[in-house]
């Protein structure tokens, strides 16, 4: 899988958008974009993925460069629930039998009251 | 529609003693994947399973670890052995048949495992 780099910490404040960039500049054509994120002392969570075209559910959108090089999570209105690792993996469609998740070290997001 | 099951939550050894790791999952999820959290540290992948087959275990420490998912009951991680290294938490997660990149894996909460 393709190596993603993201900021190891970032800071919100309390009902503000925040934007959490991800950068994987070696992404080939058949990696999907996922994020999870783990909150504190919980297994990861599954938040969001895409593969070309923006995304959008009830959690957060996604927005994906344009050439794929680099994609945002975005949290529209953060809580302090929102606090915790968040985690940009690839996954390649054509990862053979294997299905596992690599995970980086992700960006610790903290929000602000 | 219950989540990812671990159990223990909490699960304390003696150095030498053997650790049995539980997770149920999901209902109608085949395949199971185990990760590991080593303190201050990312998660790491161990083993992905299918009912009664490893998939792949190339995370797998070669000693000491094994795993099973039989076709009947939950999935266990089974540490013999142990020692103060194998400290961490244990997380399991489950995707439903099917599987491709894009299917999400749903994790249940972990077992923290302390060894004395």
């Known amino acids: 899988d393709a190596k993603t780099t993201q900021p190891n910490s970032m800071e919100s404040n309390e009902e503000e958008p925040v934007h959490l960039p991800c950068n994987h500049s070696t992404i080939s054509g058949t990696d999907y974009i996922h994020w999870y994120r783990q909150l504190p002392s919980q297994g990861p969570e599954y938040v969001i993925h895409g593969l070309t075209s923006n995304v959008n559910n009830r959690m957060a959108s996604l927005a994906i460069a344009e050439d794929r090089k680099s994609s945002t999570l975005i949290l529209h209105r953060a809580t302090l629930r929102d606090a915790a690792v968040y985690y940009c993996i690839l996954r390649d469609v054509n990862g053979g039998a294997t299905n596992k998740l690599i995970f980086g070290t992700g960006t610790l997001l903290a929000v602000q009251p | 529609n219950a989540g990812v099951m671990q159990n223990p939550r909490h699960l304390v050894r003696r150095r030498g003693q053997e650790a049995r790791l539980r997770c149920s999952p999901m209902?109608?999820?085949?395949?199971v994947y185990w990760y590991r959290q080593l303190p201050e540290e990312g998660l790491k992948f161990m083993v992905y399973l299918q009912k009664e087959n490893i998939i792949d275990e190339s995370g797998m420490p070669k000693e000491r670890f094994s795993a099973e998912f039989p076709k009947e009951g939950p999935s266990i991680l089974r540490i013999q052995q142990v020692v103060r290294g194998d400290s961490a938490a244990y997380f399991c997660?489950?995707?439903?048949?099917?599987?491709?990149?894009?299917?999400?894996?749903?994790f249940g909460d972990g077992t923290r495992l302390s060894i004395l």
């Open positions: 997660a489950s995707s439903p048949p099917g599987v491709t990149a894009h299917q999400p894996q749903h």
């Open positions: 209902k109608g999820h085949s395949h």
